[in-house]
């Protein structure tokens, strides 16, 4: 599942449609989310066609690790203030009841000043 021709993440990743792109290496790829849900909201995909978290296997863990250990930085550097003060929320949504509307596998990275949450 390299690249699937009716996924729009797939697009996205190879520049069919249109995103603001903040990351890319090999084998990531970092954009805004178009309906931010907080003043920094980015996404990071692999750019290969994984559905969900549901497909994953122990070959990935790399993979995901490399999402996880990146999403700090890239977070100050999409403007979310440093921890512990500052920092953000990671969500990945999986299945239908888990809220998944796009089944391309992506790590939600949410953060930036928000004065209606509590502490
Ligand atoms: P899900 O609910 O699948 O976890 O999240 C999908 C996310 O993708 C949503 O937050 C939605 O706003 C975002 N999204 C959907 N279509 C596009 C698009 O064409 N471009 C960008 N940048 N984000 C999108
Ligand atoms: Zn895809």
Redesign the pocket.
């Known amino acids: 599942m390299p690249s699937d021709p009716n996924c729009?993440f797939c697009k996205?990743i190879e520049g069919k449609?249109p995103?603001?792109k903040m990351y890319e290496d090999d084998e990531l790829f970092g954009?805004?989310?178009?309906?931010p849900?907080a003043p920094v909201h980015f996404?990071l995909v692999p750019k290969r066609h994984i559905p969900s978290m549901a497909q994953l296997t122990p070959e990935d863990s790399a993979l995901m690790g490399k999402i996880m250990t990146l999403a700090p930085r890239l977070a100050v550097e999409a403007g979310c203030n440093p921890y512990p003060k500052g920092g953000f929320r990671v969500?990945v949504?999986t299945g239908a009841e888990g809220?998944?509307?796009?089944h391309h596998l992506?790590v939600?990275v949410m953060g930036g000043p928000r004065p209606w949450l509590r502490g």
């Not at 954009?31 to 309906?35: G, K, L, P, S």
């Not at 809220?99 to 796009?102: A, F, P, W």
């Open positions: 729009i996205i449609i995103s603001r954009f805004h989310d178009i309906a849900w996404m969500m949504n809220g998944q509307e796009v992506h939600h």
